[in-house]
C-alpha cells in the first residue's frame, strides 16, 4: 500500500513535455528504479529543422555542440541550431582515445588548453552528466639528456600558465610503470614529464551531455542533416542549404573538423588544413595494468587503459590524405613497434578493434577560431591529433566569437591570418608538415 500511494504521488510530479529535463541524481535512479524504468525520457530532442535561426552550428561534434551549449548558456542566444550530417557524435567526436592534457610549449596555446583543462574539471557538474573524467595523468617519458632538457622548458612553460608539471627520474617513472623497457639499448628510458591533473574523459558522454545541455536551453541539434551549400547575398553569406531544405542564419560557425576543407570549398574558400586519418586500437580487456596515460616520446606512440579494461592506444597519422576514415597496415606495424619498444609486456595482448578518423591538420599543428573573409562565416578548425581535449575551451571562445564578434583572450591567436602573416603557433618547429606535428 506503501509502495502504491508512493508510485501514486510520483507519477503526479513525473515529466510532462511542459517541464524541463530531468535532472540526473542519485534520487532520479532510485525513483526510476521503483517505477521499473519505465519513464526515462530521450536525452536530447532531436528537432526537426525550422527555416530560420539567429546562429547556425554546422557540424555535430563536440566543437559544435559544445557551442551551441555555451551559445546557449553564457550568451542568452538559444534560437541555434546544430546541423549535423550523420549522427551526433558519428565523427572524431567518437573516434578519438580520449586524452585530456594541457601540456603545451607556447603562449599562444598554453593559456586555451589550460582553460580547457578547468572547464573538464567542472564538467559533470556543469551539464549534470557523468562524462567519466578520470585525472589519472598523463606522462610522456623521455629517452635523451637533449629531450630532457625540453621537456624541462615545456614544464616550466606550462607552469607559467598555471598548469600543473612535473619532471619525473627514471625511478619515479618505474614507480609508475615497473614493466616498461628501461634498458631499451636505443631508445632506455630516462624519466618523464608527468601532468596529474591529464587524464582521459568518456568521448561519447561528452557529445551526449553537451547535447542534452544544450538541447535542455532550447537549442536545435538537426541530425542527418547535410549542409550542401551555401546562400550570399554578396560577401555576406544569409543561408545554408541543406539535404532538409534551406535554413537561414545571422550567422554561421563550421565546426566540421576533417571536413572542413570540402565544406569551405562549397563557398571558394581554400584552407590551410589538410585532411588526414588517423586510427586508433583497442584490445581484449585485461587486469588493471596502465594506470595513466603514458606517451612514448621516441616515436609517436600513446596508450591508457580503459575503465573496462582494454588498453587503448594510436600513433601517427596515415601516410596520404585521404577521407575513408579507415587506416593502411603499414601504420597498424609503426605503432605496434612504438609499443613494443616502450612495453613489452603488452606484445601478446589480443587487438580486439581498430578504426580511423579524419583529421582537420593545419600547417603549424595548431587550430583556427576565426572570422572567415566572408561577412557572417565563421571558423573553427586546425585540431589534428588533440581537438577532444579542447572540446570545452573550443566550444566556449567560438561561442564568444560567433555571440561578441571579438576573440576570447585565451583563443585570440588562433586566427586565419597567421598563414598569411607568419605569426604561426608551431609548438615543434617542424614547418608546414602535419606528419611531424
Ligand atoms: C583516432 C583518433 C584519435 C584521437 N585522439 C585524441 C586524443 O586522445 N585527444 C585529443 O585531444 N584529440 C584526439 N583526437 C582528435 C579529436 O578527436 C578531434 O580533434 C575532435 O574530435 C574534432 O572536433 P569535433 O569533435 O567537433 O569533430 P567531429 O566529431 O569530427 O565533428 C565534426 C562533425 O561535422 C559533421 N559534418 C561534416 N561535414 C558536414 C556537413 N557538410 N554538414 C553537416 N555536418 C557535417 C561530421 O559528420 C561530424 O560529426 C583524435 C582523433 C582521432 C580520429
Redesign the pocket.
Known amino acids: 500500500m506503501l509502495v502504491r500511494t508512493y508510485q501514486y504521488m510520483l507519477r503526479l510530479t513525473s515529466w510532462s513535455p511542459v517541464l524541463r529535463l530531468m535532472r540526473y541524481s542519485f534520487l532520479t535512479l532510485g525513483r526510476a528504479a521503483l517505477r521499473g524504468h519505465r519513464d526515462w525520457q530521450p536525452a536530447w530532442r532531436d528537432a526537426e529543422p525550422r527555416p530560420s535561426y539567429d546562429i547556425v552550428v ?7 555542440l559544445a557551442t551551441a551549449y555555451y551559445l546557449a548558456k553564457k550568451h542568452g542566444l538559444r534560437n541555434v541550431a546544430v ?4 549522427w ?13 592534457r594541457s601540456n603545451y610549449l607556447l603562449p599562444g596555446n598554453e593559456p586555451f588548453y589550460e582553460w580547457s583543462m578547468k572547464l573538464w574539471e567542472g564538467l559533470e557538474q556543469e551539464l549534470n552528466y557523468n562524462a567519466m573524467v578520470s585525472q589519472r595523468g598523463v606522462l610522456n617519458v623521455f629517452h635523451s639528456d637533449a629531450q630532457r632538457d625540453a621537456f624541462a622548458r615545456r614544464g616550466n612553460a606550462m607552469r607559467l600558465a598555471g598548469a600543473d608539471a612535473e619532471l619525473i627520474d627514471t625511478d619515479a617513472v618505474r614507480r609508475i610503470l615497473p614493466f616498461a623497457d628501461f634498458d631499451n639499448a636505443r631508445f632506455p628510458i630516462k624519466g618523464g614529464l608527468l601532468q596529474r591533473r591529464g587524464g582521459t574523459a568518456r568521448h561519447d558522454a561528452v557529445v551526449w551531455g553537451y547535447a542534452r545541455g544544450a538541447s535542455d536551453l532550447g537549442v536545435d541539434i538537426v541530425q542527418n ?4 551549400g551555401f546562400l550570399r547575398e554578396g560577401d555576406r553569406v544569409i543561408a545554408v542549404e541543406t539535404t532538409r531544405g534551406t535554413i537561414h542564419a545571422g550567422k554561421v560557425g563550421l ?5 572542413s576543407s570540402r ?1 569551405a570549398k562549397l563557398l571558394g574558400l581554400r584552407l590551410p588544413i589538410e585532411s588526414h586519418l ?3 586500437f583497442v584490445s581484449e580487456a585485461v587486469k588493471p595494468l596502465i594506470p595513466c596515460v603514458v606517451t612514448f616520446g621516441a616515436g609517436h606512440f600513446y596508450i591508457s587503459q580503459s575503465d573496462k579494461g582494454g588498453l587503448v592506444f ?1 600513433g601517427d597519422i596515415d601516410g596520404y590524405n585521404s577521407y575513408a576514415q579507415r587506416g593502411n597496415l603499414p601504420v597498424v606495424e609503426d605503432v605496434c613497434e612504438g609499443g613494443m619498444a616502450l612495453m613489452p609486456i603488452i606484445g601478446r595482448v589480443r587487438i580486439l578493434r581498430n578504426w ?4 582537420d591538420m593545419s600547417m603549424d599543428g595548431s587550430p583556427i577560431i576565426d572570422r572567415t573573409p566572408l561577412d557572417g562565416l565563421y571558423l573553427n578548425s586546425g ?9 570545452p575551451a573550443s566550444g566556449w571562445c567560438f561561442a564568444h566569437l560567433l555571440a561578441r564578434d571579438e576573440h576570447h583572450e585565451v583563443a585570440s591567436d588562433y586566427r586565419l591570418d597567421r598563414f598569411e602573416t607568419g605569426h604561426l603557433i608551431d609548438e615543434k618547429g617542424q614547418g608546414a608538415q602535419p606528419n611531424l606535428h
Open positions: 554546422v557540424g555535430g561534434g563536440g566543437h559544435g546541423l549535423e550530417k550523420g551526433i557524435g558519428s565523427g572524431n567526436a567518437g573516434r578519438n582515445t580520449t586524452i585530456i542533416c547535410e549542409v550542401t565546426a566540421v573538423a576533417g571536413s565544406v588517423i586510427q586508433a594510436g580511423a578518423g579524419l583529421l585540431w589534428c591529433y588533440g581537438g577532444f581535449k579542447a572540446t
